[in-house]
Nanobody
Framework: QVQLAESGGGLVQAGGSLRLSCAAA????????MRWYRQAPGKQRELVAG???????TYADSVKGRFTISRDNAENTVYLQMNSLKSEDTAVYYC?????????????WGRGTQVTVSS
C-alpha cells in the first residue's frame, strides 16, 4: 500500500503564508505527476497545481502568482508554497501522485490537510 504523507496545514490570517509538504516512501522509484487538489465545504474537489517529473507546471487561475509547486525527486516529496492567502483558499488540500507500482501506473491520494484562512 503506497501512502502519501501530507503536512503543513493550519490556521493563518489572510495575507499570510503556508507551505504544504507531501512525501511518498523513498523506496518508490517511479513517480510521474504530483499534484495538489483542494476541496472546500459544499464544493467539488479542484486541481490547484501540478508538476510532472520533467518539470512542467500547471496552476489553477485562482492561485497563479500566489502559489508555487515544487518537488524533490530524490526525496519523493512535493511542496506547495502558498503566499498572499485569501479566505477563499480555505479548504482541505489533498496530495496526488501517479506512481508505478507492481507493474502498472496508478493514482494515489493523501488523506488531506486542512488549510483555514481567517479574514
Amino acid at each position: 500500500q503506497v501512502q502519501l504523507a501530507e503536512s503543513g496545514g493550519g490556521l493563518v490570517q489572510a495575507g499570510g503564508s503556508l507551505r504544504l509538504s507531501c512525501a511518498a516512501a523513498r523506496n518508490i522509484f517511479n513517480i510521474n505527476s504530483m499534484r495538489w487538489y483542494r476541496q472546500a465545504p459544499g464544493k467539488q474537489r479542484e486541481l490547484v497545481a501540478g508538476l510532472t517529473r520533467g518539470g512542467t507546471t500547471t496552476y489553477a487561475d485562482s492561485v497563479k502568482g500566489r502559489f508555487t509547486i515544487s518537488r524533490d525527486n530524490a526525496e519523493n516529496t512535493v511542496y506547495l508554497q502558498m503566499n498572499s492567502l485569501k479566505s477563499e483558499d480555505t479548504a482541505v488540500y489533498y496530495c496526488y501522485a501517479d506512481i508505478f507500482v507492481r507493474g502498472k501506473w496508478d493514482a494515489y491520494w493523501g488523506r488531506g490537510t486542512q488549510v483555514t484562512v481567517s479574514s
